[in-house]
């Protein structure tokens, strides 16, 4: 069984899952080596500050995806979500949108994520995740509305304010950018939100009674040992990839 199968379910739950992030380019050993790091649900490649090409995209999903590993890509920029559905139909499973603060950015990734009658993605998933098992258009597109997973990364205290409104949009992980997100508080010395731990808890409590969890980076155990204790069940492990926060 596909990993995509029950990861919906599981992070709405409340269950701890945590991936890791793989270059794009990774090659089966390499990902087989960063899976074999810890107990990883999926992994993540990133476009928006790595070097980028589809082929390796295609290469790499193909090689997760043969393992029944679900595949998460950090798309180039907040204004490309209307390419959403043509990154999926190369391989991935799980779409996070970068520096996302105004809702209709929200509404426009819901819509290209998912296929008819709940978006407007267009069909032809040439190299998608699970097509070989569900041919049939309708019941391809179905199984996909149910269990894909779609990520707005808040970087901003404005979209750290508009978490609930996201998750009510159709947001089904809300991400974390730290860095970007201080050179907002930054600009915004006056705002009652005045460090990166006050944000993380008010996106937590918004999102209680909701379907929609929070996912923090973490750089070492013990940075997700105390976001646990704040009350996070959502992770993606970064440490072995990059030596410091990026």
């Given at each position: 069984?596909?990993?995509?199968?029950?990861?919906?379910?599981?992070?709405?739950?409340?269950?701890?899952?945590?991936?890791?992030?793989?270059?794009?380019?990774?090659?089966?050993?390499?990902?087989?080596?960063?899976?074999?790091?810890?107990?990883?649900?999926?992994?993540?490649?990133?476009?928006?500050?790595?070097?980028?090409?589809?082929?390796?995209?295609?290469?790499?999903?193909?090689?997760?995806?043969?393992?029944?590993?679900?595949?998460?890509?950090?798309?180039?920029?907040?204004?490309?979500?209307?390419?959403?559905?043509?990154?999926?139909?190369?391989?991935?499973?799980?779409?996070?949108?970068?520096?996302?603060?105004?809702?209709?950015?929200?509404?426009?990734?819901?819509?290209?994520?998912?296929?008819?009658?709940?978006?407007?993605?267009?069909?032809?998933?040439?190299?998608?995740?699970?097509?070989?098992?569900?041919?049939?258009?309708?019941?391809?597109?179905?199984?996909?509305?149910?269990?894909?997973?779609?990520?707005?990364?808040?970087?901003?205290?404005?979209?750290?304010?508009?978490?609930?409104?996201?998750?009510?949009?159709?947001?089904?992980?809300?991400?974390?950018?730290?860095?970007?997100?201080?050179?907002?508080?930054?600009?915004?010395?006056?705002?009652?939100?005045?460090?990166?731990?006050?944000?993380?808890?008010?996106?937590?409590?918004?999102?209680?009674?909701?379907?929609?969890?929070?996912?923090?980076r973490t750089y070492s155990q013990e940075q997700m040992d105390r976001y646990s204790e704040m009350g996070a069940t959502m992770f993606l492990d970064e440490q072995h990839l990059?030596?410091?926060?990026?």
């Amino acid at each position: 069984m596909h990993g995509l199968e029950n990861l919906k379910e599981r992070i709405r739950s409340g269950e701890k899952v945590v991936g890791c992030s793989v270059r794009t380019w990774s090659t089966r050993a390499e990902v087989e080596e960063a899976l074999g790091r810890g107990d990883y649900s999926y992994i993540a490649v990133d476009a928006q500050h790595s070097a980028f090409a589809e082929h390796d995209l295609v290469n790499v999903c193909r090689v997760a995806n043969g393992m029944g590993v679900p595949v998460q890509l950090r798309i180039k920029h907040t204004r490309q979500t209307y390419l959403i559905g043509n990154m999926l139909d190369l391989g991935p499973s799980m779409i996070e949108v970068p520096q996302v603060e105004d809702l209709e950015t929200v509404r426009e990734a819901v819509d290209y994520f998912n296929y008819p009658q709940k978006g407007r993605r267009s069909w032809g998933p040439s190299n998608g995740v699970e097509i070989e098992k569900r041919p049939d258009r309708l019941e391809y597109a179905e199984w996909w509305n149910e269990h894909a997973v779609l990520w707005m990364q808040l970087e901003t205290v404005l979209g750290v304010t508009r978490a609930a409104q996201m998750a009510a949009i159709g947001a089904d992980v809300l991400s974390w950018g730290p860095n970007d997100l201080a050179f907002d508080r930054e600009a915004h010395p006056d705002h009652p939100l005045k460090t990166d731990d006050d944000c993380i808890l008010h996106v937590l409590k918004q999102l209680e009674g909701t379907q929609a969890k929070l996912c923090l980076r973490t750089y070492s155990q013990e940075q997700m040992d105390r976001y646990s204790e704040m009350g996070a069940t959502m992770f993606l492990d970064e440490q072995h990839l990059f030596a410091a926060p990026g």
